[in-house]
């Protein structure tokens, strides 16, 4: 007989947790946040631009407009292509996609451990309060 493993109503019913949402705003006119770092994520994950859209949810339009828009105003491409073909194209992360992702992230790991105790003490006052 095959052991099954119980999962614990408790973790599968957890209130998310509050969460800080970052965007950085360069002087060059960059904008860069979670839905942007999403996009070069799954492109260096997947390794299509096209398939990190179908990934996101988001059109391989939209996906492509938010690429053009950091090598804009970064001043460098973000992603490199390939061409398709019978081989089949694909997409990767130049060196400065790469350093736009673990910027970011580094920014955002940084911000959320300064802001803990404040989220958290936001959190307890709106338990507190009561519905109007």
């Known amino acids: 007989m095959a ?6 109503n408790a973790a599968t019913s ?6 800080l949402s970052i965007r950085v705003d360069l002087a060059t006119g960059a ?4 839905g942007k770092v999403a996009v070069l ?12 859209g179908r990934a996101l949810h988001i059109s391989y339009r939209r996906t492509w407009e938010l690429v053009e828009d950091l090598n804009a105003t970064l001043g460098a491409p973000v992603v490199q292509t390939a061409a398709g073909g019978s081989g089949g194209g694909g997409a990767s992360l130049t ?4 350093a736009v992702v673990s910027r970011y992230r580094a920014i955002e790991e940084d911000c959320a451990a300064a802001a803990r105790k404040h989220l958290t003490a936001l959190q307890r006052v709106a338990r507190v309060r009561q519905p109007d």
């Open 14 to 19: 957890a209130k998310p947790a509050s969460r």
């Open 31 to 34: 904008r860069i946040g979670p």
């Open 3 to 8: 052991a099954t493993k119980t999962v614990s």
């Open 41 to 52: 994520e799954e492109i260096a994950r997947s390794g299509s631009i096209s398939a990190a």
């Open 95 to 98: 060196e400065l996609g790469q």
